[in-house]
């Protein structure tokens, strides 16, 4: 049963899923009081522990402290209440890149009671409307310097009425910023239930209408207790850094609620490209990084010219599968493993994942403390160890989409299916296989995409590359490589033959990639993930 609420506005959780299609949650160890307001806790009770002086945020050139913190999201949480008129429930969208400000105003409508949907910036007026219908939000809290798409989207939208302008810069100079600054410091924040949902996530690369996870204010914290507690050891010293985006559950996991639990420090990237990341890490000595293997490919290169990243002591990988030969390269020059993890909107952070001390290459590592995961196949039977099937996981979060039919798609006999396969090793390590929807099948034979891309890149030539399956009259689909060679490469035809060879020497020789297309780079998304997709639609060489 649902605790008790604070929403006035009581949309959310009447569009919970019915509780028979929930999954199984399970809270042993995650014991928090019926009232919680995780805003509160990232904040106000981090000073009272006495962490008030430390270094909260860094961004846009300037470092604020968690008194500071406290400080102004109390200002921006009064005026939210009393200028604007948000009620406990209400939904606030939130547009902006990656920094404090962003933070600030996720922090203070948390306080206000209301649930926050974070977007990307790059979202258009079309894209931001069906989010916007979807959960109904009638207020948006936007960049001024990203106007434009928001207020072309409340023009035509029958539910956003309020648009409000914050400065994203270090100078607060905006609305919002403007009539906060006449406010007291001091915030009596709603006293929201554990179970009030806090953050409405919409998941990424999705077709057809968007879905919204529902995420309550226990599992803000649970994600921080649990997975960052076990697995990072996050301590009052340490300074984080990454690349995805806070409106993504995995950038405002590790770039916001991680940080803020332990008194720690984050640093925020508007543009959080690699060589924008390596001058913050040897700027401010990071010490825990959150991007793809992409980037992290980019850093490798970065050491072997001088780039100091020894400050680092977590390097944690999601979003995209981890190659091996990336993880052996991290070990070979730090000494220290790659943490890979998956992790799932609908699941809110990473649920299964290596550890210090216990991690391998091409190995997902074990489940989060309080998770537990099995390999079923397309009936829920458990398949045997070493066979490939489907995730399945559950755990003290798991999915509940806002009023949404394919709740019962994702949600099976108590457990979340992520959509992806793996297959469990003979000791209970996981280990990624494809996407469910990615697995190619030539000729009958089930082949992993990423595991030829492993083969490909454990190439001196090949500095990044992408399998998808292509159509093929005779095979029904092959395996096809796009590949981006290293300097010093040349893209003939002789070198796809030694590329082919190299994959059959190393791997089975019926996964090798019988068509290899040469690009300049390959297609990404803002977090770094690659976009096979879109070379899916692009005509086949």
């Not at 399945?392 to 394919?406: E, F, M, S």
């Amino acid at each position: 049963m649902l605790g008790p609420t604070a929403h006035t506005d009581s949309f959310t959780r009447d569009k919970l899923p019915p509780f028979a299609e929930w999954p199984d949650i399970n809270l042993d160890g995650f014991d928090y009081p019926e009232y919680l307001n995780a805003g509160v806790e990232l904040t106000d009770k981090m000073v009272e522990q006495g962490f008030g002086d430390n270094t909260a945020l860094i961004g846009n050139g300037r470092q604020r402290t968690y008194k500071e913190l406290a400080d102004w999201t109390n200002r921006i949480a009064h005026a939210l209440v009393e200028d604007y008129g948000v009620k406990p429930g209400n939904r606030i969208l939130i547009r902006s890149a990656n920094n404090p400000a962003m933070v600030a105003c996720w922090l203070a409508a948390t306080k206000a009671g209301a649930v926050v949907v974070n977007t990307m910036p790059m979202l258009r007026a079309g894209e931001l409307g069906q989010i916007v219908d979807k959960a109904e939000i009638e207020f948006a809290l936007c960049d001024t310097r990203l106007m434009d798409e928001m207020v072309a989207c409340a023009k035509d939208s029958k539910f956003l009425t309020k648009v409000i302008g914050f400065d994203g810069t270090a100078n607060h100079d905006a609305e919002l910023d403007r009539i906060a600054l006449t406010k007291s410091v001091k915030f009596e924040a709603v006293k929201t239930g554990r179970d009030d949902v806090a953050l409405l996530g919409f998941t990424s690369g999705t077709t057809g209408s968007p879905k919204a996870t529902m995420h309550f204010h226990r599992d803000l914290l649970i994600i921080a207790d649990g997975y960052a507690k076990e697995v990072l050891n996050v301590t009052p010293d340490d300074v984080f850094v990454g690349s995805p985006p806070l409106a993504f559950t995995f950038g405002l996991g590790g770039l916001a609620i991680f940080p803020l639990r332990f008194g720690a420090t984050a640093t925020l990237l508007e543009k959080a490209s690699p060589p924008n990341m390596i001058e913050i890490i040897e700027t401010y000595k990071a010490t825990v990084c959150f991007t793809a293997p992409t980037a992290y490919r980019v850093m490798l290169s970065a050491m072997d010219e001088g780039a100091d990243l020894s400050s680092l002591r977590a390097a944690v990988s999601a979003g995209e599968t981890l190659p091996a030969p990336v993880y052996e390269a991290w070990m070979e020059k730090t000494g220290k493993p790659m943490l890979d993890g998956i992790g799932a909107t609908e699941m809110l952070h990473i649920f299964i994942s290596n550890r210090f001390g216990d991690s391998h290459p091409a190995c997902t590592g074990r489940p989060v403390t309080g998770y537990e995961a099995k390999i079923v196949d397309d009936k829920m039977n458990e398949v045997p160890v070493g066979t490939v099937g489907r995730l399945a996981v559950r755990g003290p979060t798991g999915c509940r989409y806002l009023d949404d039919v394919r709740q019962h798609v994702y949600v099976r006999d108590g457990w979340n299916l992520t959509g992806d396969a793996f297959y469990v090793d003979e000791d209970g390590y996981y280990h990624f296989a494809a996407r469910n929807d990615d697995m190619i099948v030539s000729s009958g034979y089930n082949i992993a995409g990423p595991e030829v891309e492993a083969a490909l890149l454990s190439h001196a030539a090949v500095a990044e590359c992408a399998v998808i399956g292509a159509p093929d009259e005779e095979r029904g689909t092959i395996v096809q490589a796009h590949i981006v060679l290293a300097k010093g490469f040349d893209p003939a035809p002789e070198m796809a033959k030694t590329l082919q060879d190299h994959v059959k020497a190393t791997i089975a020789p019926f996964k090798y990639p019988r068509s290899v297309i040469f690009i300049d780079a390959l297609p990404k998304t803002a977090t770094g993930k690659i976009q096979r997709f879109r070379l899916k639609q692009e005509p086949s060489a």
